[in-house]
């Protein structure tokens, strides 16, 4: 009865874990071939990779440059959120009653906000200001969306933090400064660590609002270029060795982490 | 009052300027005319456009839908995933949530195009399939938190006390994992009411959702008809919020006794 509910429960994951991962294998098998289509093969051959990093596309440096893109505004928006969350943050905490929640209900907004509304109303500002549109605009809009889930990050680092340690540190004569860099710091970091990891990979997801605040200056994303490459008709064939690399880079990546804290737990239970 | 609460005034101002007054703009567009005069035009436009209203109609029910069928096919893996005796490795867990670091839109054309090979047509099945894919890890995730948290000893109780499996789940498990419930089908719901670029690629522009009217009209100029639809969608999001937000209240409740 037991093995038998075991084996359901297996069978059950792998089935909905294939179901999940087929359609990313599907691109991993393809980028080996060099088909245009995406369903196409012709035969194996690894061209598709050496013209994505000899840079020889046909779509000259449209794909690279909709990649570096991405990589700059994730990384400017998550850094300004990371910081301007945190301060956010202590400012929070340290608030009482109408005012405290008053902040807390503003910091929902954006997180319950559809993609499309952040971008549309943030659109609508800047149409309403004539604010020009681009890349001021996306990482401005981008920092908007992903500020609010630092300062739920860092919110309960702060409410686990000892009060006391922070004003000691003032008593024997540090600086503010000097209490807030060692001091506050080094105990909100894991908040602000895992705030950070996660406005960047939502900033590098997004398509919805960037697609609304990017303007007409022909600024791409990666989530941008793929919908007008697919709009078009035609998939640029380098987007599958690209996917395929980004997909094994995070795989390595969460693997990594993974075992290393189960290790670490075990060495602890010893 | 502390000094340090004044550190929050920064990012207050921020707010106002790139959270509210857009959302006021939404606002104030919805209820203009192009000429910028005030008018109820877009409403009654919207109202009276048979288009409109059944993409309005049938936006909630592939969202009710797909949020179903998540919840039927993500409860039994959390459950699965959050039971050590049927899963011991947090690796799993893991492989669970990766799929969504790949690209959204790159994932959704490669599901569409193993369709196509499979010969089986675009429209509203592979709509629903696609998007119980891609959302599918928003409903595991916070139900495997809650089951995860759970204090086991509730369960063990009930088991002592003579109570059968199914009952245990029934009367134990199942409703002190409905907060987990909840803020599954918050993050499933909203995302699917407003998708727009996932259901084109899924049904190959057959079927239009609310989410692509909003960005045709805002793309073609029509800020005011377009902004009307975006407000309607907002009020769709807190009244679910507000639902959400109520009936959460009630399960908490409930599940102290």
């Known amino acids: 009865m037991m093995t038998g509910k075991k084996l359901f429960a297996k069978v059950y994951l792998w089935v909905i874990l294939a179901i999940l991962y087929a359609p990313i294998v599907f691109i991993a098998v393809f980028s080996f071939t060099e088909a245009k289509s995406l369903g196409n093969w012709t035969g194996f051959s690894v061209n598709l990779y050496k013209s994505l990093f000899s840079g020889n596309m046909q779509n000259s440096g449209g794909l690279i440059s909709a990649v570096q893109n991405t990589l700059v505004i994730a990384l400017i928006a998550a850094s300004v959120a990371t910081v301007m969350g945190t301060v956010a943050a202590i400012g929070i905490f340290n608030m009482r009653g109408k005012k405290k929640q008053t902040m807390q209900f503003l910091n929902n907004i954006p997180m319950i906000n559809p993609d499309i509304i952040t971008g549309v109303s943030l659109f609508l500002l800047f149409v309403f200001l004539h604010i020009s549109q681009g890349y001021a605009t996306v990482i401005l809009a981008h920092i908007t969306f992903c500020t609010p889930y630092v300062v739920l990050n860092v919110l309960p680092k702060l409410s686990q933090m000892n009060p006391n340690i922070y004003e000691a540190a003032l008593d024997l004569g540090a600086t503010p400064y000097q209490a807030l860099r060692k001091v506050m710091i080094p105990s909100l970091r894991p908040g602000m660590i895992s705030g950070f990891i996660l406005s960047f990979t939502m900033s590098l997801d997004d398509f919805a609002v960037t697609f609304f605040t990017r303007g007409t200056i022909g600024l791409d994303t990666l989530s941008t270029y793929i919908y007008a490459d697919a709009r078009k008709g035609g998939l640029t064939p380098e987007l599958k060795p690209l996917m395929t690399i980004i997909f094994l880079i995070i795989l390595a990546v969460l693997l990594f982490i993974n075992i290393r804290s189960a290790k670490n737990n075990n060495n602890k239970k010893k | ?257």
Do not use: H
């Open chain 2, 1 to 257: 009052m502390n000094k340090r609460s004044s550190w929050a005034l920064p990012y207050f101002i921020f707010m106002v300027l790139f959270v509210v007054l857009p959302l006021l703009m939404v606002v104030i567009y919805s209820f203009q005319d192009s000429a910028g005069n005030f008018s109820m035009a877009n409403f009654s436009k919207f109202i009276t456009d048979k288009d409109s209203l059944s993409t309005f109609a049938l936006s909630i029910e592939v969202a009710i839908e797909n949020t179903l069928l998540c919840v039927i096919i993500g409860y039994p893996v959390a459950y699965i995933l959050a039971d050590k005796k049927l899963n011991k490795s947090a690796v799993t867990v893991v492989l669970f949530i990766l799929p969504m670091w790949v690209n959204a839109l790159m994932r959704t054309l490669a599901t569409a195009e193993l369709f196509n090979m499979a010969g089986i047509t675009l429209g509203k099945g592979t709509l629903l399939f696609g998007m119980c894919y891609d959302y599918l890890p928003f409903m595991i995730y916070p139900i495997y938190n809650v089951l995860n948290k759970m204090d086991k000893s509730y369960a063990e109780a009930a088991e002592d006390l003579g109570a059968k499996p199914k009952e245990v789940f029934m009367k134990i498990t199942l409703p002190l994992s409905m907060p987990g419930v909840l803020s599954g089908v918050m993050m499933v719901f909203m995302p699917t009411v407003s998708t727009f670029a996932i259901s084109e690629f899924l049904t190959n522009n057959k079927i239009k959702l609310f989410g692509t009217i909003i960005q045709e009209n805002i793309n073609n100029s029509m800020w005011n008809y377009g902004a009307a639809l975006s407000l309607l969608m907002l009020a769709i999001i807190a009244i679910t919020t507000f639902l959400q937000g109520k009936s959460s209240e009630d399960t908490v409740d409930g599940g102290a006794i």
